[in-house]
């Protein structure tokens, strides 16, 4: 594929040069096939990098302070989809890094699968990630090179299930049916943390689930700590939550996470106009207090 | 010994009808879970392993283990017996079923020598009340790989009964354990002494290069343990439990007080040597202090601890923790590079 080797091309160059010690990219495993996060760090190991609809990870994840190991590898380069590109904004105007820090190689994206394992060698609208049905970055709004030229924006997977219709629905419903709704999804959850390690804007040193003086939420995996776990997510990505899905691909026993994030993503974007990952400037509507903020939730 | 599916049915109906608990595949949230039914009916039929192990039905992930009421002068506490219910697992894989032992391994551990070791006895009783009918796979998915740590698709260890579908629909019945002839006897009535041909059992296949006796004996070299590969094969682990939570033989447990005012119970929980804090000292210290340690860690606990300390296996080749992991890091690659 020809993006594949300007990729490739790319990174050996930047190799080479010096200007990164380490390409952060896509790359097949040894058995069944999957597509995994590989780091190379030698020019001749650069055909190991890949580009394909299944190259769904957002690896700037790897870039966060999460990753000490990966940081002593020295100066990184990230291959980024469009919503991959928006963390970096993210984590920028968080204070998490440095546009400097690294060299993006923005990859003009036509979708992802949902999940790897529902791939059959074409992104349709039953296997097509949620995120890239409602998707306006098919180009990276934010790239140090672009690997091949850009692509049209706009979706192309009609009659895919669209979220905010979903939420819309799901919003409609009474309070009571709503509440079981997702207390039947919560009741599954195994705490196993994959939705919180794979996000990259959970990078807080110490997770308030960790904290057990007080114990703040309840680890064991019964219907109170579960809420407790999955709301307190919620709320702390309010406002920030590029949707690049992660959680909810992530997620061993399926909750559906985007429709929460979603949600929450709508909310914030009604009340501050704020829509996150667009630019590197400013800050998270619910991080900084602004004599503009609306009060009339006061009363 | 043929069990008809009609005759299935109505055991199964009649056990329910019982008052037990039947744990089978039934379909969840678009996944093949191990479940309680209610009818033979909510079965699932068309699955190859599930996506949890049926681990939780003898070792919960949460239950209370104690109570206590913190009082003015004193406390009261209160032990607390499980709730108990003859438990049949029907539809279990020749992989899950191996793994009780593994399981009961540490649960008993020593125990059997010196009865003064401690034994945990909310495993046991749990197991106690248990029957485990194992219906072997008639294949595999790229991910299964039993046949590469020395066991098959029809393996009968951990089953109390072994079950295999024949070309009519229908099961053959072996019957393992003594358990499991005693429940043949006390359903003897619908189960036939006729012979009908077995369908056909596809092996998945043995992976070359993958020698786990090699690796039990490269993993006690303490200059593999501090091999750089580690921090390589690892680096993109994420650090979450999705793997060990959905690994049968993982048995991790962290014990929680969980109160509300003045009353509070005891549990027991999951836990899992990914977590960043698994292993974090109340002095602040963290000898596994970077997740290749962790991940280290927990292959030397199936490959290494295992079978040193333990006749039982630490990995059943189920294929779970390469199916659920986020960043698909499969375990085979590295029993590969161990093989060598």
Sequence with gaps: MDREKKLREKARELLESKEVDLVIGYGWTRYGKRVAPVFITRPEDVDRLIWNPMCVNNLTLYITRKYPDVKAMGRPAVVVKGCDAKTVNVLIQEGQLKREDVVLLGIPCEGVVYRQELYDGEVTKENVSPKCVVCDVKNPPLYDHLIGEKVEEGSGFEGARNIYQEIEELDKKPEGERWAFWMEHFERCIRCYACRQICPLCYCERCIAEKNMPQWIDTSAHGRGNVAWNLKRAMDLAGRCVFCGECERACPVNIPLNLINQKLSMVVEESFNHRPGYESEGHPPLIVYSLEDREDFIR | ?340
Aim: aromatic content about 10%.
């Design chain 2, 1 to 340: 010994m043929i069990i008809k599916r009609n005759d299935l049915k109505r055991l199964v109906e009649d056990l329910i009808g019982q008052g037990k608990r039947v744990i089978a595949p039934i379909m969840r949230m678009g996944l093949v879970e191990y479940g309680e039914i209610g009818s033979f009916d909510d079965i699932t039929w068309d699955y190859i392993n599930p996506r949890n192990s049926f681990k939780e039905f003898l070792f919960p992930q949460t239950e209370a283990i104690a109570r206590y009421r913190i009082g003015k002068k004193d406390v009261e506490l209160e032990g607390v017996i499980p709730e108990l219910r003859e438990t049949i697992v029907l539809g279990s894989r020749p992989c899950d079923a191996a793994s009780t032992a593994s399981l009961r391994s540490v649960f008993t551990w020593g125990a059997e020598e010196d009865p003064s070791r401690f034994r945990d006895d909310f495993y046991l009783m749990r197991e106690g009340v248990t029957t485990v009918m194992t219906i072997a796979c008639l294949k595999g998915d790229e991910d299964c790989f039993c046949t590469t740590v020395g066991l098959t698709p029809e393996s009968p260890e951990g089953s109390d009964i072994l079950l295999k579908e024949t070309v009519r629909g229908n099961f053959a019945v072996t019957p393992v354990t003594e358990r499991g002839k005693a429940f043949v006897e006390e359903w003897r009535d619908y189960i036939t002494d006729e012979r009908e041909d077995l369908k056909e059992i596809e092996y998945p296949e043995v992976l070359e290069g993958i020698d786990t006796g090699k690796i039990g004996a490269r993993l006690s070299d303490v200059d593999v343990f501090d091999d750089p590969v580690w921090q390589e094969v690892a680096r993109k682990c994420i650090g979450c439990g999705a793997c060990t939570f959905s690994c049968p033989t993982c048995h991790c447990f962290d014990i929680v007080d969980e109160a509300t005012g003045y009353e509070g119970e005891r549990r027991k929980n999951w836990d899992a040597c990914q977590f960043e804090y698994f292993t974090l000292h109340a002095s602040g210290h963290n000898p596994r202090d970077t997740q290749f340690k962790r991940w280290r860690n927990r292959f030397l606990c199936k490959f290494h601890i295992y079978p040193t300390k333990f006749t039982s296996t630490g990995c059943v080749g189920c294929g779970r923790c390469i199916r659920v992991c986020p960043v698909a890091l499969d375990i085979r690659e590295v029993m590969e590079w161990l093989s060598r």
